[in-house]
């Protein structure tokens, strides 16, 4: 099961239209542009076009995948981390605040502030509620403790 937000489910769904209705059809046309160069045997432009068009096609199928197994991250109001919550966290030695939203695998993008469920700060966090301290440590093997400041 992939557990995706309704955001992420909006943008493959936009991504697989935007591919199927507009993507084809650009290959199609740069394929039949690269065949009127002549002898496809040695023809850079043809043989790129059959690249492109081999992997929009695997992403088509992997969207369509992704869409067909995916489960939305319903928002409930808990008290505690799960899937969906944006966690607040503060180093117990700083005053300074960290923002993460607990996101499934596919969704993770550590530069917007989106950790995976599966990344161990992540796991550290799940099940904790406001006010708990929790321990991470680091691969450098630096133990740092947290604490949970907000839940949304």
Do not use: C, W
Not at 94 to 122: H, M, R, W
Not at 127 to 147: G, H, L
């Amino acid at each position: 099961m992939i557990y995706l937000s309704k955001k992420k489910h909006k943008e493959l769904q936009d991504e697989l239209f935007e591919l199927i209705n507009h993507g084809r059809q650009k290959l199609s046309e740069k394929l039949d542009d690269a065949k009127s160069f002549g002898d496809l045997k040695e023809n850079a432009e043809y043989h790129q076009a059959r690249d492109d068009q081999a992997k929009m096609e695997a992403r088509i199928q992997e969207i369509e995948d992704i869409l067909k197994n995916a489960k939305l991250i319903k928002k409930s109001k808990t008290n505690y981390v799960t899937l969906g919550s944006k966690v607040t966290i503060t180093k117990n030695t700083s005053t300074k605040t960290q923002t993460y939203e607990i996101v499934s695998e596919i969704e993770s993008d550590i530069l917007e502030g989106k950790l995976s469920e599966n990344a161990p700060l992540a796991k550290n966090m799940i099940n904790k509620k406001v006010n708990d301290i929790f321990d991470y440590t680091t691969p450098k093997n630096e133990v740092i403790s947290y604490k949970i400041t907000k839940i949304n």
